[in-house]
């Protein structure tokens, strides 16, 4: 089955500055690359995702990019500030037509100081 | 987004009880609906997955007459842990996924379950 390995588990930055956390999934089926993030208590929230069609998307603060030779793809979160701490997931999934059954990594705690 | 609501946010429960807990999809039809259970500082581990009208697929390990999955309609599953014990204490979560397949799933807010 597919493994999505995930790293670093923990990251600290200051506010202002970048952060990137980064994925390899094993499956090259996978076609489908979630993030998201979850606070403490709180189901998780989907902030981006992208295809396998394309290489990279961006959303304001917010980056992905995909390397599918490589088997990896990587969030990146400019211009962090303290409410972007938290716990982010990616995920990998092969979207067949049942549905989205999504594997995980283990998680990455972000957390901005001030 | 779609809305995804999780029913109850907590629960505590006797042990030898069991808790039943709904997922809806407020607005869109979910075809399909995925059950996880996180412990703390942990990943979301798939526990099973379900289509309207039939029967529920189960991770390998998770025990289905343990985890009841019922999804009766496109718009409410309900898992029910039967017999709870103190190590079924956990987070639980479901995504749902509606028509067409290419959308993505989205998650209820979860579910703490504490078994005293």
């Known amino acids: 089955g597919e493994n999505v390995e995930q790293h670093p588990s923990t990251l600290s930055v200051q506010e202002g500055d970048s952060a990137v956390i980064k994925c390899t999934y094993s499956d090259s089926a996978s076609n489908y690359f979630p993030w998201y993030k979850q606070e403490l208590g709180k189901g998780p929230q989907l902030i981006i995702d992208i295809r396998s069609n394309v290489g990279e998307k961006k959303d304001q603060r917010i980056a992905v990019t995909l390397n599918k030779t490589a088997k990896h793809f990587s969030l990146h979160i400019t211009e962090t500030q303290p409410e972007d701490s938290a716990v982010y997931f990616c995920a990998a999934s092969k979207g067949s037509n049942s549905g989205y059954a999504l594997n995980f990594g283990k998680g990455t705690s972000l957390l901005v100081t001030p | ?32 609906m995925f059950w996880y259970r996180q412990f703390p500082k942990q990943s979301l581990m798939l526990m099973a997955t379900s289509n309207e009208g039939s029967k529920a697929t189960y991770e390998q390990g998770v025990e289905k007459d343990k985890f009841l999955i019922n999804h009766a309609s496109l718009t409410l599953s309900t898992l029910t842990v039967t017999s709870a014990h103190p190590e079924d204490s956990s987070f639980y979560i479901c995504s749902a996924a509606g028509q067409p397949s290419n959308t993505e799933a989205f998650f209820g807010q979860g579910t703490r379950l504490t078994v005293v």
């Not at chain 2, 907590?10 to 009880?17: D, Q, R, Y």
């Open chain 2, 1 to 32: 987004g779609a809305v995804v609501s999780q029913h109850p946010s907590w629960v505590i429960c006797k042990s030898g009880t069991s808790v039943k807990i709904e997922c809806r999809s407020l607005d869109f039809q979910a075809t399909t």
